[in-house]
Structures are given as C-alpha cells and as structure tokens.
C-alpha cells in the first residue's frame, strides 16, 4: 500500500471514531438531539422523531389522541376505531340501528335480516309465503314449487295438455316427440310424402331430392350439367360449368 493510501484510510477510520464519539449516550451532540425531541416522543433509527403510540403530530409537538367512548386505537396507534356494532359521527362512536330481526353483517354499518325476513326501508318485514311456494335459499324472498309458475303474488299451477310434459325447469310444458306446441295445446306433426321428422321430433323435413314446400315436399329439378348439393335439398354445377338462372352454362375459357 502507498504512502497516500495509508494516509486516506487512516482519515477515513479517524473520521468515523471521532463521529461514533460525538453520539456516544451521555455525548454532547446525543444530549442537543434529545433536548429537540419533544414529549411523548423517540428518536427515529435513521434520525429526526416520531410521536409515541397514542400521540400524534401537532406542529413540533406530540398531541394526545383522545380516545372516545365506545373506541380503540387502531393498529399504528395514530388513530382510532369504533368498536363492534358503533360508527364514526361526527367525533364520537354511535350505536348501529339494527331492526328487529335483523343481523350486523360487518363493522362497516352493514346489516342484513334474518332468514324469512327482507329489507324494506330501515326494518325487516317477514316474508309471505303463498301457497305452493318455498323459501328460497338466500331466505329473503320465495319462489314456486315444480309444477306451479309465479302469477303475481302466488303460484298457480302449470296446465299441461294431452301429449305434453313438464320440462326440466318445472314451470312450464313441451310437447312430447312427433307433436309441435300451437297456442296451449299439443297438436300432431304431420309428415308429407317424401318427408320425415327432423331431430327436434317437433317439425319435418325433406329427403334428398326434395324440397320444403308449404305443406309438401316438391321434387326438385335438376338441369342439364348439375347435380344435388351436399344437402339434396338444392344443386351445383358440374365442374367446367356455370350458374345462369336455373341452368348451368359451359364456362367460356
């Protein structure tokens, strides 16, 4: 090591006692940062000062939180917190309004009523239950047995006509396969000639070949230089060919 290095470090080491000196408890510049905290405070690891838990800053000084009834101090000891089923108002903590059958759901105000009642304004009203009705599982409102629809305030019951069947739901009816609904009864699916029942089992179509006409299945014409499309029910040109209208012309090349 150089002369000049030598020097450095031992000004660098020197520097560092004569710092580590002058903070040393009971030292002048300790006493002079201590004698600038105020009361109700501590110095901070990194310097400056913080307020005691359960003081707050005030300008260059540490004032009391105080505390109200029915309240804590909050986690960082630099607030305060209502207790369970309080609120803030204005400075204080205030009981909660909870109706009759009804229930704090959180510290936040929130509350709900009790299975079987619902809300209705500030107060908990029962839940009527009409006849052939149940309680619903969020147990503030019902809903109709299988078999019944809602009709204003009550259930009435689902009329199924002849060939027809309660759906999964339970509030309404399909017709059973081979018949199609029409207004409130289930009629019969008539398949023409050259048709068959499509895979709903509720109408009809038309085989290869054929196509739907209002109530029948129409030949369908081929022309000169065409054949049935994938479905059977319409044509294409042959290749080399051509739409035209109704006819397939030879492409001009």
């Not at 005691?52 to 109200?68: L, N, T």
């Not at 002849?162 to 759906?167: C, R």
């Not at 319409?234 to 051509?242: A, F, R």
Request: glycine share 10%; aromatic share 10%; proline share 4%.
């Amino acid at each position: 090591m150089s002369i000049e290095s030598l020097r450095r470090a031992m000004s660098s080491r020197f520097l560092v006692a004569l710092l580590a000196l002058a903070f040393w408890p009971g030292s002048a510049a300790t006493q002079e940062i201590a004698a600038a905290t105020p009361s109700n405070a501590h110095m901070k690891r990194h310097g400056g000062w913080d307020c005691d838990r359960g003081f707050r800053k005030a300008g260059q000084v540490c004032s009391s939180i105080e505390v109200p009834a029915n309240a804590y101090l909050d986690s960082f000891g630099r607030d305060w917190e209502c207790d369970r089923a309080f609120e803030k108002d204005q400075g204080r903590c205030v009981a909660i309004e909870v109706p009759a059958h009804g229930y704090l759901r959180s510290r936040r105000g929130d509350w709900e009523c009790d299975r079987g009642y619902r809300k209705d304004g500030r107060s908990c009203v029962a839940v009527v239950i009409p006849d052939n009705a149940y309680l619903e599982n969020s147990g503030n409102r019902w809903e109709c047995e299988r078999g019944f629809r809602v009709h204003g305030n009550s259930c009435a019951r689902v009329e199924i006509p002849a060939e027809g069947y309660l759906k999964a739901s339970g509030d309404d009816w399909a017709c059973n396969r081979t018949y199609q609904k029409r207004d409130q009864s289930c009629i019969s699916v008539e398949v023409p000639l050259n048709g068959f029942l499509d895979a709903s089992g509720h109408a009809w179509d038309c085989e290869r070949g054929f196509k739907v006409g209002r109530t029948s299945c129409e030949a369908l014409p081929v022309p000169s230089n065409a054949h049935l499309a994938y479905s059977g029910n319409s044509w294409s040109c042959d290749p080399g060919y051509k739409r035209d209208g109704e006819a397939c012309n030879r492409e001009r090349r």
